[in-house]
């Protein structure tokens, strides 16, 4: 691995350089990530809006090392990732990503203490802290009253709440959400939108993916997609 470190500039997070994506459908090429370059420091908040089928997720699957491009440079804090195996990127994953996907949902047959536990058990964490931090971070997210709910007792965006606090119980250097907020209605979107604000002020770094122009305006700077090409957005971004 030692031979693929790269000395990263001061605070880079990541950094990106002509991704491509392809897929390939029989006898077609199916393009769905066109030279995307992309760089981000430790601690921003960026957003990135495009409508459905402009390769969001499939940009955020990269980002998150679940996936690799067709081409192009991915360099995640001084590590090029395409050098790592299966294990070296299932470790990078649970040491610095917390996902909040599209469809985040709760384990049924769990409480929310349990839910947010789980990440932590995968860690080996032992149980006394494992329980001492995923009740932390169920009162970060304002569930401190919700700790042993199931999700059939719980709104839709409590249970947002609790996909949150299961990805950051890690702690996470990125937070990466798709759409975290798709689901919900306009005052619980709200809501989370102040607690992304928070845990942004808290030095967590994070990416938002979002169709909503609205929704993208919460995050510091905004990058725009459309058909698979990336860039940055125009103009003032007023962050309320
Ligand atoms: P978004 O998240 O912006 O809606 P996606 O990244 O999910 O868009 O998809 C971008 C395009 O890539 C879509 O046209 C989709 O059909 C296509 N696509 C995504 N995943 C695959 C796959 N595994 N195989 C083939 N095509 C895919
Ligand atoms: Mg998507």
Do not use: W
């Amino acid at each position: 691995m030692t031979e693929h470190i790269i000395t990263p500039a001061e605070n880079v997070f990541f950094r990106m350089r002509k991704i491509v994506k392809q897929y390939y459908l029989g006898d077609e090429v199916m393009t769905v990530l066109r030279d995307v370059d992309l760089d981000v420091q430790e601690g921003e908040y960026l957003s990135v809006l495009g409508p459905s089928g402009s390769g969001k997720s499939t940009l955020m699957n990269i980002i998150g090392c679940l996936d690799l491009p067709t081409s192009g440079e991915y360099i995640l804090h001084g590590q090029e990732v395409e050098a790592l195996d299966e294990k070296e990127l299932a470790r990078l994953r649970s040491r610095e990503i917390g996902f909040i996907f599209q469809n985040s949902q709760m384990l049924q047959r769990m409480d929310a203490m349990q839910n947010v536990e789980l990440p932590l058990i995968y860690a080996g964490v032992r149980p006394r802290e494992r329980a001492r931090r995923a009740e932390e971070m169920l009162v970060k997210v304002g569930l401190a009253d919700r700790l042993h709910h199931y999700p059939n007792q719980l709104s839709g965006g409590q249970q947002q709440r609790v996909a949150i606090a299961r990805a950051l119980v890690t702690r996470p250097t990125l937070l990466l959400a798709d759409e975290p907020t798709g689901a919900l209605d306009q005052a619980t979107g709200r809501q989370i939108m102040q607690l992304f604000r928070e845990l942004n002020e808290d030095g967590h770094t994070i990416i938002m993916i979002t169709h909503d122009v609205n929704i993208a305006r919460n995050a510091r700077r905004v990058v725009n997609i459309i058909d698979g090409v990336l860039t940055e957005a125009e103009g003032e971004v007023n962050f309320a």
